[in-house]
């Protein structure tokens, strides 16, 4: 091989997704989970991955995308249903194992402070959750789900159980080569404030 050959093929082994460090982290319900740092990913955010331990290893690991959502995950917002979920999926993952990636695309990859501005949007001109996605100038959908493939073969994981609803999930991971063997839907978690952002997420072909 020539040196520039070389040059190239160590270009592409040290660009490859790969797992960046492995901690220990104790959670609420007494599991401790690894939680997985990566590099060389396609995007530059700092995405994670829980990995719960199973006790059955021969079940194809239970995986949740979760995209970050600072109003549901952390301070509680009846809004929408991202807070319910998360606590769902850390549930079944953690009983069964499997794995959470938590990707850090907030506001379905527009950001927090544009998702607030949609937030206005939706109250001021009573837009649903996508439209006032475009009403502000993006996608209703932006978010690309080829990062979770990357960390899912980082981790060395080709097949999975998929817990969703949601169709582009099961599409976008299949189109990068991981094999989803089984889709298991989410629970509804409904509430006076995020009926209408439900039924919006329905009628785009989420089986709610
Ligand atoms: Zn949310």
Redesign the pocket.
């Known amino acids: 091989m020539t040196s520039q050959g070389a040059a190239n093929t160590n270009r592409r082994e040290k660009d490859a997704p790969g797992i960046r460090g492995i901690t220990k982290l104790a959670l609420d319900s007494g599991i401790v989970s690894d939680i997985v740092s990566f590099k060389n990913l396609s995007d530059d955010k700092e995405h994670i991955a829980l990995v719960f331990p199973a006790e059955n290893l021969e079940l194809t690991p239970l995986v949740r995308l979760h995209s970050e959502?600072l109003?549901?995950d952390v301070l509680g917002?009846s809004?929408?249903d991202?807070g319910d979920q998360l606590r769902e999926a850390k549930e079944q993952i953690g009983a069964q194992g499997g794995v959470l990636l938590y990707l850090r695309q907030e506001g379905r990859g527009i950001g927090l402070y544009n998702k607030l501005d949609a937030y206005k949007a939706q109250q001021d001109h009573g837009l649903d959750t996508f439209a006032a996605n475009t009403h502000i100038g993006f996608a209703e959908d932006p978010r690309s789900f080829k990062v979770a493939a990357e960390m899912l073969k980082a981790l060395g994981i080709e097949k999975i159980r998929l817990l969703t609803n949601n169709p582009d999930k099961v599409s976008d991971l299949e189109m990068n080569g991981i094999i989803v063997e089984d889709v298991i839907s989410t629970g509804r978690f409904e509430t006076e404030e995020n009926r209408r952002y439900l039924q919006t997420k329905s009628d785009k072909g989420h089986s709610l």
Do not use: A, E, K, V
């Open positions: 959502c109003t549901g917002s809004h929408c991202c």
